[in-house]
C-alpha cells in the first residue's frame, strides 16, 4: 500500500570470512526502473547492536530487517526489490553477487517483485 512502511526480511549465509566491511541494502525500482526507496544498514545482530561483516564466520547466518516507506505518490505499476552488499568505507563498491549460479548484473540480487494498482 502506498504511504505503508514495509519490513523486508533478507536472509544470508556467510560463504567464507570477509576481509573488507559492508553494509547490506535493499533498492525498491519503480516501473520506471528508477529507485523509490533503499535501506543501508550494518548486519543487524540478533541481539544488541548491528555488527560488523568482519566479525562473521563462514557458516554465520544473517537474519538481515530493512525498514522502507512507500511514498504515497508512487504510480501503479510493478515495483522490484533488490539487495546486495557494498564496501562500507572508500568508494562504496558493491560486492560481487551471484544470482542462480550466475554473476548477477550490477552485483543486484533480485529479491522479489510486488505490484501497486
Known amino acids: 500500500m502506498r504511504g505503508a512502511t514495509l519490513d523486508v526480511v533478507t536472509h544470508w549465509r556467510v560463504d567464507r570470512q570477509p576481509q573488507r566491511d559492508g553494509k547490506l541494502f535493499l533498492h525498491i525500482i519503480g516501473p520506471d526502473g528508477k529507485p523509490v526507496a533503499q535501506d543501508d544498514n ?29 511514498r504515497p505518490d508512487l504510480p501503479a505499476g510493478d515495483y522490484t526489490l533488490f539487495v546486495g552488499i557494498y564496501d562500507s568505507q572508500g568508494e562504496h563498491a558493491r560486492w560481487p553477487a551471484q544470482q542462480d549460479g550466475q554473476s548477477a548484473r550490477d552485483d543486484l540480487v533480485k529479491a ?6
Not at 54 to 66: F, N, P
Request: cysteine-free; aromatic content about 6%; hydrophobic content about 30%.
Open 42 to 70: 550494518l548486519p543487524l545482530a540478533r541481539t544488541g547492536p548491528p555488527r560488523s561483516t568482519l566479525t562473521y564466520r563462514s557458516g554465520d547466518g544473517i537474519d538481515q530487517v530493512h525498514r522502507v516507506t512507500l
Open 112 to 117: 522479489g517483485q510486488f505490484t501497486l494498482r
